[in-house]
């Protein structure tokens, strides 16, 4: 479906929840991580760039202290998890379609299908019964917490991320709402700020305690570039990526495991930072930490505990070799960094899967292709593959084929250039 098709759907569909046209339509991008996996929260380096797939967001001011949120293309035919894994790129995928989220359809006017939650700006507390809309409430949470003055707002969204692949589809509406309320709003916030301002909703009102990576790239994204992120500093730098494709494959599984899981790797890295400041003073964070210091320091380290900084130590390392790899146009050698990331993080960080180990092992089977890795927080998700431009259609096709084959899921697989971060669309 075409920009211009999603927006005259989004726009009916807010005609028809709310009785009246939208004031504003605002997208923010998802994003793939090229490197510098579980280095966020680590004060560590990451090298993101967004992508062209989005989430879209009609808004306007609902005059009270009301905050309404509301899909209607959820329980479309489009939107159910084999559908969309099998779309074609440009598809709209609704950000909740999802099958923990399949019981209840919630309300909505004239008998459409679709969800809906509700909030009292005055009074913002989590949802229970449509924790997806708790990204949007949160936004609005921590823009009064930080003293900005807003009112309440009407709500319409759809997106082309697939939710739960780790392309940060949560971020993407964080920063698509906090983009919507600045505007409507009149609010005067820079980008860098409006991140931080989202990584709190997500961290204290949602509960999930992400690093600041996601939010940071949707907010900041430049066309045509990755962005070397300094996760302590919020010192940032763009890095071109050119002659190169990148291609994103959602291995269709689930990433059930993530949540506690994130919470046990990040637990064991400030176990580890504990331990190691005995030998290595003033550290604050595995950042802190060389890797001829780690192994000088092994002893001090549970066998756990020394795999997890191993792979956080030596994935800041790549990561800034990445960097430079990509500014001196040397792909061989940022392709070569991208594999030992994905062994580092099957082995000593362990978040990987069979699936995604296979989708790796199957890319790096194509002529072409300079690395592949898994991304994001991993247990299931997406790899991402950087590739020369003639190399994508096969890569695109005999990685679906070679992956239902063995798995008989069928992947979803897009190319996407680096994209612009989020913005206004039309008025």
């Given at each position: 479906?075409?920009?211009?098709?999603?927006?005259?759907?989004?726009?009916?569909?807010?005609?028809?929840?709310?009785?009246s046209?939208?004031?504003?339509?605002?997208?923010?991008?998802g994003?793939?991580?090229?490197?510098?996996?579980?280095t966020d929260?680590?004060?560590?380096?990451?090298?993101?760039?967004?992508?062209?797939?989005?989430v879209?967001?009609?808004?306007?001011?609902?005059?009270?202290?009301?905050?309404?949120?509301?899909?209607?293309?959820?329980?479309?035919?489009?939107?159910?998890?084999?559908?969309?894994?099998?779309?074609?790129?440009?598809?709209?995928?609704?950000?909740?379609?999802?099958?923990?989220?399949s019981?209840?359809?919630?309300?909505l006017?004239?008998?459409s299908?679709?969800?809906?939650?509700?909030?009292?700006?005055?009074?913002?507390?989590?949802?229970?019964?449509?924790?997806?809309?708790?990204?949007?409430?949160?936004?609005a949470?921590?823009?009064?917490?930080?003293?900005?003055?807003?009112?309440?707002?009407?709500?319409?969204?759809q997106?082309?991320i697939?939710?739960?692949?780790?392309?940060s589809s949560?971020?993407?509406?964080?920063?698509?709402?906090?983009?919507?309320?600045?505007?409507?709003?009149?609010?005067?916030?820079?980008r860098?700020?409006?991140?931080?301002?989202?990584?709190?909703?997500?961290?204290?009102?949602?509960g999930?305690?992400?690093?600041?990576?996601?939010?940071?790239?949707?907010?900041?994204?430049?066309?045509?570039?990755?962005?070397?992120?300094?996760?302590?500093?919020?010192?940032?730098?763009?890095?071109?990526?050119?002659?190169?494709?990148l291609?994103?494959?959602n291995?269709?599984?689930?990433?059930?495991?993530?949540d506690?899981?994130?919470?046990?790797?990040?637990?064991?890295?400030?176990?580890?930072?504990?331990?190691?400041?005995?030998?290595?003073?003033?550290?604050?964070?595995?950042?802190?930490?060389s890797?001829?210091?780690?192994?000088?320091?092994?002893?001090?380290?549970?066998?756990?505990?020394?795999?997890?900084?191993?792979?956080?130590?030596?994935e800041?390392?790549?990561?800034l070799?990445?960097?430079?790899?990509?500014?001196?146009?040397?792909?061989?050698a940022?392709?070569?960094?991208?594999?030992?990331?994905?062994?580092?993080?099957?082995?000593?960080y362990?978040?990987?899967c069979?699936?995604?180990?296979?989708?790796v092992?199957?890319?790096?089977?194509?002529?072409g292709?300079y690395?592949?890795?898994m991304?994001?927080?991993?247990?299931?998700?997406?790899?991402?593959?950087?590739?020369?431009?003639?190399?994508?259609?096969p890569?695109?096709?005999?990685?679906?084929?070679?992956?239902?084959?063995?798995?008989?899921?069928?992947?979803?697989?897009?190319?996407?250039?680096?994209?612009?971060?989020?913005?206004?669309v039309?008025?």
């Open positions: 479906m075409t920009l211009n098709r999603r927006l005259i759907t989004l726009e009916a569909d807010y005609q028809r929840a709310f009785g046209a939208a004031e504003q339509i605002v997208r923010a991008p994003r793939v991580n090229l490197i510098g996996e579980h929260y680590n004060d560590g380096y990451v090298l993101p760039a967004a992508i062209e797939r989005d879209l967001m009609a808004a306007g001011r609902s005059g009270d202290a009301s905050l309404e949120v509301i899909s209607t293309d959820f329980g479309r035919p489009s939107t159910s998890l084999g559908t969309a894994l099998a779309a074609p790129a440009g598809a709209t995928l609704s950000v909740l379609a999802l099958p923990a989220l019981g209840v359809e919630g309300s006017p004239n008998g299908k679709g969800r809906r939650a509700a909030f009292d700006i005055s009074h913002l507390k989590p949802s229970a019964d449509e924790p997806w809309a708790n990204y949007v409430a949160g936004v949470w921590a823009l009064k917490e930080a003293g900005h003055s807003i009112g309440g707002a009407r709500i319409a969204l997106s082309t697939p939710h739960g692949s780790g392309l949560s971020a993407a509406l964080e920063l698509a709402t906090a983009l919507a309320f600045q505007t409507l709003f009149g609010l005067s916030i820079e860098p700020a409006l991140a931080k301002l989202c990584q709190r909703a997500e961290n204290d009102f949602v999930m305690p992400c690093g600041i990576m996601d939010q940071f790239i949707a907010a900041l994204g430049r066309e045509g570039h990755a962005l070397l992120l300094d996760c302590r500093s919020l010192d940032y730098e763009y890095v071109p990526v050119s002659d190169a494709a291609v994103v494959a291995s269709g599984v689930r990433r059930g495991l993530v506690s899981e994130y919470r046990v790797r990040r637990s064991q890295c400030e176990s580890a930072v504990a331990k190691l400041a005995a030998a290595l003073p003033g550290i604050r964070a595995l950042r802190d930490v890797s001829a210091e780690l192994e000088r320091c092994a002893h001090l380290l549970s066998p756990v505990e020394l795999r997890r900084a191993r792979h956080v130590v030596s800041n390392e790549r990561t070799q990445a960097a430079a790899a990509l500014k001196s146009g040397d792909l061989a940022f392709g070569a960094l991208m594999i030992a990331s994905h062994e580092s993080l099957r082995d000593d362990e978040v990987s069979p699936e995604l180990n296979l989708l092992k199957l890319a790096l089977m194509v002529p292709v690395g592949s890795r991304t994001g927080a991993g247990f299931g998700g997406c790899t991402i593959t950087l590739a020369r431009p003639e190399a994508v259609t890569l695109q096709e005999g990685l679906a084929r070679s992956y239902r084959e063995r798995t008989r899921i069928e992947p979803l697989v897009f190319a996407s250039a680096a994209a612009a971060g989020a913005g206004e039309a008025a």
